[in-house]
């Protein structure tokens, strides 16, 4: 099972960008899809976007979509997500996730619960 680490969250001006990090550790991490998830509180956790165990696929959240870019580097076996013209919404907890799989099918890898592996989540704060 591959271990997962995430960085990059802090307090961020509503317009700003953040970029995330995950790096993962154990596994073969070319066999894994990746997934960013995130948290607010009070609600559920939610999907925000997935890439493809070899980065040809990539696929976002409609809440997300054009202000997102996720993507890995199979050598350094981490997995970015950029965002860009942050709201106050983006605020929430934000966590790396790992499957093992070779099945690219959106209604599964945009559950929580395909996911083998999470990080411990790092935390994005948009300010007005």
């Known amino acids: 099972q591959v271990q997962l680490v995430e960085s990059g969250g802090g307090l961020v001006q509503a317009g700003g960008s953040l970029r995330l990090s995950c790096v993962a550790s154990?596994?073969?991490?070319?066999?894994?899809?990746f997934g960013w998830f995130r948290q607010a509180p009070g609600k559920e956790r939610e999907f925000v976007a997935a890439?493809?165990?070899?980065?040809?696929?990539?696929n976002y959240a409609d809440s997300v979509k054009d202000r997102a870019t996720i993507s890995r580097d199979n050598a350094k076996k981490s997995v970015d997500l950029q965002m860009n013209s942050l709201k106050p919404e983006d605020t929430a907890v934000y966590y790396c996730?790992?499957?093992?799989?070779?099945?690219?099918?959106?209604?599964?890898?945009?559950?929580?619960?395909?996911?083998?592996?999470w990080g411990q989540g790092t935390q994005v704060t948009i300010s007005s």
């Open positions: 890439i493809r165990w070899d980065g040809r696929n990539t």
């Open positions: 996730a790992a499957m093992g799989s070779f099945t690219w099918v959106r209604t599964v890898y945009t559950l929580p619960k395909a996911y083998d592996s």
């Open positions: 154990g596994g073969f991490f070319s066999n894994y899809i």
